[in-house]
C-alpha cells in the first residue's frame, strides 16, 4: 500500500475525531474549535484546487451563493477603500468564504452527522458542570470567557447540533430530541434572554410531532440531568433574568420619558430606527461595515454617543443592509433560503428536515436583538452544523439513509 493509501485511511479514523472534536471546543468556547472546522475547510479547497471531481458531492446552490455572498462583501469593502487592518466585513466574509469549501472537506468522514452530533452531546453534558461551577465563581452572567450572547448562541446551536439523527450513536450517548433541552442550563445562566426561544422552538417540534403520530422519548439519564440542572439553578436564574427583564422596561419608560437612551434595550430602538432612515438614503449597496454606526449615529441626535459606542446594530438583517445594501442583504437571506431548499429537496430524512428548520429559525429569531454573523465563534457553529447537514445528506447517495430522531418513526 503506498503512503497516500495509508495517510487517506488514517484519516478516515481521525477526521471524524477532529470533526466531533471541533464541536466540543466550540461548545466550551476554546479556540482549538475554530481550528478544527478551518481544518476542513483548507482541506476543501485544497480538494477544490486539485481533485475537481471531489466538488460533484458539494451543494451547488448553496455554495454558489455563499461564495457570491461572502465575495460581495469583500469586493464592496475594497472599492470603499476600507482598511483592511481592523476590518470586521473582510475578517467575517472571509470565514464565510472558507465555509464554501468546509462540506467537501469533509468526503472522509462518511457519518459526518454521527461525529458531530457525538461531539455536540459531549459538549452539552461538560457544560452542565462548568457553567454552575463559572456562576459560582464569578456570581453573574456566564460567557466562559466570551461575550455572554455570543456564548449563548452557540450554546444554543451545540444542543441542535446534538439533536442530529446518528446512524450508530455512542450507547451511552442514544439519539434523541431531548438532548436540546440540556442547553436550557448554559443559555440561563448566560442571561440572555433571546437564546431561551431556541428551547421553545424545539418543544413546539416535539409538540407538532407528537400531535401528528410520532413518538417523544427522552432517556431517563437526560431527564434526571436536565432536572437536576434546573432545581438547583431555578432561583438564581429566574433572579438574574428577572433583573434583567424588569431592567429592560425600565429603559423604555424612561425613554418614552425622557428620550435618552440609558441601556441596552432603548438603544437598539435608536440604533435601528437611524439604522433604517441609513438605509433608506444607500439602498443599494449600503454604507460599508466601517462607517455604518457613524452614519447611524449622525441620525440619532442627541444619543448619537450612545449609538456610535457600538460596533453593530444588534439586527443581523439591519447590519447586513445599512454595510452591503439591499443586494448584499437579498444574497445573505438566499443563502439561508437555498440551505433549507437544498435539505427539504435532497433528503427524506425527518430528523436532519426538523434540526435545519429550528437552526434557521433560531438563527433569525436570536439574530433579530444580536450581531450573529459577527463574530467568528457565532459564524463557524453555525455554518459548521449547515455544512455538515449537508456533508451528511451528500453521502446518502453512497451509503444507507440516516435514521429519523428516535422515537419519530
Not at 484546487?49 to 446552490?61: D, E, G, K, M, Q
Request: overall charge positive; hydrophobic content about 55%.
Amino acid at each position: 500500500m503506498t503512503m497516500m493509501g495509508r495517510t487517506l485511511l488514517l484519516r478516515r479514523r481521525i477526521d471524524p475525531l477532529i470533526l466531533g472534536g471541533g464541536v466540543f471546543l466550540l461548545g466550551l468556547m476554546l479556540g482549538a474549535g475554530k481550528v478544527a472546522f478551518l481544518f476542513f475547510a483548507l482541506c476543501g479547497l485544497y480538494l477544490a484546487l486539485i481533485r475537481h471531481r471531489a466538488c460533484r458531492s458539494a451543494p451547488v446552490v448553496f455554495s454558489g451563493l455563499l461564495l457570491a455572498w461572502s465575495l460581495w462583501q469583500i469586493g464592496l469593502s475594497l472599492l470603499r477603500g476600507e482598511p483592511v487592518s481592523g476590518n470586521r466585513v473582510l475578517s467575517y466574509a472571509a470565514i464565510e468564504l472558507a465555509i464554501v469549501f468546509f462540506p467537501i472537506g469533509l468526503c472522509l468522514v462518511r457519518r459526518p452527522a454521527d461525529a458531530l452530533a457525538t461531539g455536540a452531546r459531549l459538549a452539552l453534558l461538560a457544560l452542565l458542570v462548568a457553567t454552575p461551577i463559572n456562576y459560582l465563581m464569578v456570581g453573574d452572567r456566564v460567557g466562559l470567557g466570551a461575550n455572554e450572547a455570543l456564548f449563548a448562541f452557540v450554546a444554543g446551536v451545540v444542543g441542535l447540533a446534538a439533536r442530529l439523527p446518528a446512524v450508530r450513536p455512542w450507547r451511552w450517548l442514544p439519539n434523541g430530541a431531548g438532548w436540546t433541552y440540556l442547553s436550557i442550563v448554559p443559555i440561563l445562566l448566560s442571561g440572555t434572554r433571546a437564546a431561551l426561544v431556541v428551547v421553545v422552538f424545539a418543544a413546539l417540534a416535539d409538540v407538532l410531532r407528537m400531535a401528528g403520530g410520532g413518538r417523544f422519548r427522552v432517556s431517563w439519564k437526560l431527564a434526571i440531568a436536565a432536572g437536576l440542572g434546573l432545581i438547583l439553578l431555578a432561583y438564581p436564574a429566574s433572579r438574574m433574568l428577572s433583573e434583567r427583564f424588569e431592567s429592560g422596561v425600565s429603559e423604555v419608560q424612561n425613554f418614552e420619558a425622557t428620550g435618552d437612551v440609558t441601556g441596552s434595550v432603548d438603544v437598539r430602538l435608536v440604533m435601528w430606527k437611524s439604522a433604517l432612515l441609513v438605509i433608506g438614503e444607500h439602498p443599494l449597496i449600503g454604507v460599508g461595515g466601517t462607517h455604518k454606526m457613524e452614519a447611524a449615529g449622525e441620525k440619532a441626535g442627541r444619543n448619537a454617543y450612545m449609538v456610535t459606542y457600538y460596533q453593530h446594530l444588534h439586527n443581523f438583517i439591519l447590519d447586513e443592509a445599512i454595510s452591503s445594501g439591499m443586494i448584499g442583504l437579498g444574497l445573505m437571506l438566499s443563502v439561508f433560503a437555498s440551505f433549507l431548499v437544498t435539505v427539504f429537496r435532497r433528503t427524506t430524512s425527518r430528523g436532519l428536515r426538523e434540526v435545519s428548520c429550528l437552526l434557521v429559525a433560531f438563527l433569525v429569531s436570536f439574530g433579530s436583538f444580536h450581531g450573529v454573523l459577527l463574530n467568528e465563534w457565532t459564524l463557524i457553529v453555525l455554518f459548521g452544523t449547515m455544512g455538515t447537514v449537508l456533508a451528511t445528506i451528500a453521502r446518502q447517495r453512497h451509503f444507507r439513509p440516516e435514521p429519523d430522531l428516535k422515537g419519530t418513526r
